[in-house]
């Protein structure tokens, strides 16, 4: 339905009547505290936002808390005021104009229903405020209920609702306007674990059967995963990383990405890269291990010489073997499918994901084993900057 642009936004909250301290003798201009900067200007919650989102294009914003994704989303909205940039609805800048012209429409994760009304009634609230005919608002309530399948609840009010039922009525409201763009701010945070599930489903399927483009913010990077045509990874008010799912597991773009992408998260390990003409091995506790040669074309092309590296491996992609990186038992967690073995090696605490198919002898507390990896799963990071060494 519509292409969404934002150029180089930036959102500052200014400081109120004498809440900046006066600056100490020897103070930087500008500063972090927590994961906020602080400037001159006031406290900046996000900065040099830029994306280019298609239409129909499901995108997820994800991050830690304070990352300034719900912000973000609610710039988009309308409902934080832009201090830098320009945000574009199909080619037209909309930092000037009222959330209620931009044409989009808002799930908020407190579901935000009216409590008073029903079902029927917080779904067809907005089609009657644009004076819809009543043969109009029924039509759309009742397609948009059956969609969402709760045309059974619409004579209920929300306290008589679950949930996960609450949400899709939230959904449901927000679907009947027909909007260019959905916005959903972590509508699923407050479900349990089964819900989640659930409505993650439900939303693929809504995607399918409406043709909007949407934004959904989450720290849930399950949902982001599982949702998103793309995702942006957020910190600290800047984006870390923009790519299709795989492409980011597959290829992150520095530690924070490797570290926040994946679950278990990433094992990291001080190590060695050596460079040996051509070729590129990584060295950690007596093991060799040659990477492959998609990456060691890009280490090439970097021009990137033998330095010492943080090495990531994930847990699904590391090995026990009979010879490798000797490692202490410290916990062995059956899994169902598989067993989660948590490991002390190098003097770190490695995860090891071992498929119950594979499995040959049970792992007790204190038992030595060893683990290796193959060339084509190991990521290096520079020690310095903290990035891809391949990007």
Known sequence: MATVQL?????????????????????????????????????VAVQEFNLDIADKEFIVLVGPSGCGKSTTLRM?????????????????????????????????QNYAL??????????????????????????????????????????????????????????????????KVMLMDEPLSNLDAKLRNEMRAEIIKLRKRINTTFIYVTHDQTEAMTLGDRIVIMRDGYIQQIGTPQEVFNHPANLFVAGFIGMPVMNFFDAELK?????????????????????????????????AVTLGVRPEHTNIADKGVAAKVDVAE??????????????????????????????????????????????????????????
């Open 7 to 43: 150029k180089n936004i930036k959102k500052v909250y200014p400081f109120v009547s004498g809440e900046q301290k006066k600056k100490k003798k020897g103070d930087e201009p500008e500063k972090k505290k927590v994961n906020l900067q602080i400037t001159d200007e006031g406290v």
């Open 114 to 179: 009216y409590p008073h009304m029903t079902v029927y009634d917080n779904m067809a609230f907005s089609l009657k405020l644009r004076k819809e005919s009543k043969d109009v608002i029924d039509k759309k309530v009742r397609e948009a209920a059956e969609i969402l399948d709760i045309t059974q609840y619409l004579e209920r009010k929300p306290k008589a609702l679950s949930g996960g039922q609450r949400q899709r009525v939230a959904i449901g409201r927000a679907i009947v306007r027909d909007p």
């Open 334 to 391: 059956m899994m169902g499918s598989s067993v989660h073995l948590h490991l002390s090696a190098e003097g770190k605490d490695v995860i090891v994901i071992v498929p119950t198919i594979d499995l040959k002898d049970s792992f007790k507390q204190g038992d030595t084993v060893h683990f290796n990896f193959n060339g084509n799963v190991a990521h290096v990071f520079s020690k310095e900057t903290d990035k891809n060494l391949e990007w």
């Open 76 to 108: 988009v909205a309308g409902l934080e005021e832009i201090s830098g940039g320009e945000l574009l609805i199909d080619g037209k800048v909309m930092n000037d104009v009222a959330p209620k012209d931009r044409d989009i429409a808002m799930v908020f």
């Open 275 to 307: 460079r040996e003409g051509n070729k590129f091995f990584v060295e950690l506790g007596g093991l060799k291990v040659e990477l492959d040669e998609e990456k060691e074309a890009r280490l090439l092309k970097n021009d990137v010489q033998s330095q």
